[in-house]
């Protein structure tokens, strides 16, 4: 029926013929809706933090791997995002140890990064990012559609969150334009929405927890460098396969392209 909300002004409320669900991993809606939560493992959790990125330094996404450590830095122009994976759980135990300790860890990581790793002054800095895998049973329930992460939270592997939710949102304007046009909401039409997303989901969750087990659970469980699976290390070395994992995280699965049509504004916005 749509939503009530505070402002500075008082209670307000929202009606609507559907509320969409686009809160996030820790959806308030969705946990209005009394949808079911299926729990998937998720081995790890990330320190988010910043380091200064200079010129004349890689413009790639970088990975960092030594044994039972992993890195990832991404390019943001003027610093690297860092994420530093840890244990799940392990967070208090790191902290516990001193950030002296968690700089030297992140130098020896990153050896080119270790004369400024001193701008880490305090752990408020160093963001924790509790990973969660799992998917909801169902997304919908009459008047309500979840999408994106409040439908399915993904691993940060491969950072196909975002290309995933924007693909909900692309089927779900797709398939609800017409019965929201003509104010006929159903749960069928729900349901289709549903239909055709839970299995390019599924898939990259897939995906996901098999990079998680195979490269970083390997890393992050070895006392000495690392010895990958042979499917792994066939496929680092071929250019063909090499270039399934970049397509699935750049693409998904069965890409969905936009059918619904430009939204058209009124009359008299368009003469002025």
């Given at each position: ?49 910043r ?6 330094e ?34 208090d ?54 999408i ?21 949102a ?103």
């Amino acid at each position: 029926r749509g939503v009530r909300y505070r402002t500075p002004a008082g209670e307000q409320t929202a009606r609507a013929r559907l509320t969409v669900g686009a809160d996030g991993r820790s959806s308030r809606t969705r946990e209005r809706a009394g949808l079911r939560v299926i729990e998937t493992a998720a081995p790890i959790d990330v320190f988010w933090f910043r380091l200064s990125h200079r010129p004349d330094e890689p413009a790639a996404l970088v990975a960092r791997v030594a044994p039972g450590r992993f890195g990832v830095l991404i390019n943001r122009g003027d610093y690297w995002q860092v994420g530093y994976l840890i244990p799940k759980g392990g967070a208090d135990e790191i902290r516990a140890a001193g950030l002296d300790a968690f700089r030297q860890s992140v130098a020896a990581l990153t050896p080119d990064l270790a004369d400024r790793v001193d701008e880490l002054r305090d752990w408020d800095q160093v963001k924790l990012l509790t990973v969660q895998s799992n998917r909801l049973a169902r997304w919908w329930t009459p008047g309500y559609l979840a999408i994106g992460d409040a439908a399915h939270a993904m691993s940060p592997v491969g950072g196909v969150g975002i290309n995933v939710a924007i693909q909900d949102a692309v089927v779900a304007a797709n398939v609800l334009w017409r019965p929201l046009r003509d104010g006929r909401i159903t749960t069928a039409d729900l349901a289709t929405v549903q239909r055709r997303r839970e299995l390019p989901v599924r898939i990259v969750q897939a995906f996901q927890a098999f990079l998680q087990r195979q490269v970083i659970g390997v890393v992050m469980g070895a006392k000495t460098a690392p010895a990958f699976p042979w499917p792994i290390r066939l496929m680092a070395r071929t250019p063909l396969l090499r270039d399934i994992p970049a397509r699935l995280v750049g693409f998904g699965v069965g890409r969905p392209r936009i059918e619904s049509p430009a939204l058209t504004a009124p009359a008299e916005v368009r003469s002025s």
